[in-house]
């Protein structure tokens, strides 16, 4: 490993190629469906973090895709050279948002070249869901101006290829149930994200010295 790298306790590798190239982890069939403009060059990097190894996608335009993997690729190999300060910064959000830091991802530039027009206007719509909060599939609908395309939403989500950087385990059921994630580990892992983020904006009032709504509302029920 490259020793900058190391000391920033950070696994990463590069491995720019043309078009996708299936290794057989959970969303390479995805990401290869859904962004495929085979033209582009897709530089890799893998980032080792408490929730896991992922795996970022990117070219010069920004950010294709991020997804978990179980292994780095036989192919892959320690990149030599610098990459872009925005990836940089992208890396050590992820790691922060994973250790359960309150982070906002809306400034990560993404290469929404190949992406489908209403996948790519479903996801914009959820990347503009708050950290800490949730809307149900329906909200969502109607919020894109498609108020009968609830199904098609959530279609459009499970088919996220930036997952946590668009932030589709915040959208919910109108009943409030968690409704589906087809990230690996499913609905157990987009409980364990919604509950991090709960406790993440919790635990920056307690320090700012405010006392949450909810403990608010619960403060006026007992009297």
């Not at 720019?16 to 299936?22: E, F, I, Q, T």
Request: proline share 8%; hydrophobic share 45%; with cysteine.
């Amino acid at each position: 490993m490259i020793p900058e790298l190391a000391a920033r306790n950070v696994q990463l590798f590069r491995r720019p190629m043309v078009g996708h190239r299936r290794w057989g982890d959970p969303g390479s069939e995805k990401v290869r469906a859904l962004v495929h403009n085979d033209s582009a060059t897709v530089s890799r990097y893998y980032l080792l973090t408490s929730l896991g190894l992922l795996e970022l996608g990117w070219t010069p335009r920004g950010l294709r895709w991020l997804w978990w993997c179980r292994r780095v690729p036989a192919y892959a190999f320690a990149c030599p050279t610098p990459f872009p300060t925005w990836l940089d910064r992208t890396m050590a959000m992820l790691r922060l948002y994973c250790e359960g830091r309150v982070v906002h991802f809306r400034g990560v530039p993404i290469d929404w070249s190949g992406f489908q027009p209403f996948l790519r206007l479903v996801l914009k719509a959820c990347r503009s869901v708050p950290f800490g909060k949730t809307v149900s599939y329906q909200e969502l609908a109607q919020k894109i101006g498609r108020p009968r395309a609830v199904r098609a939403v959530a279609r459009a989500l499970a088919t996220n290829p930036l997952p946590i950087v668009i932030p589709c385990h915040r959208v919910v059921r109108k009943n409030g149930n968690l409704g589906g994630y087809s990230a690996p580990g499913g609905i157990a892992l987009k409980r364990r994200l919604l509950q991090m983020e709960k406790q993440a904006v919790l635990a920056n009032a307690q320090v700012a010295g405010i006392t949450p709504i909810s403990h608010v509302r619960l403060a006026v029920a007992d009297r």
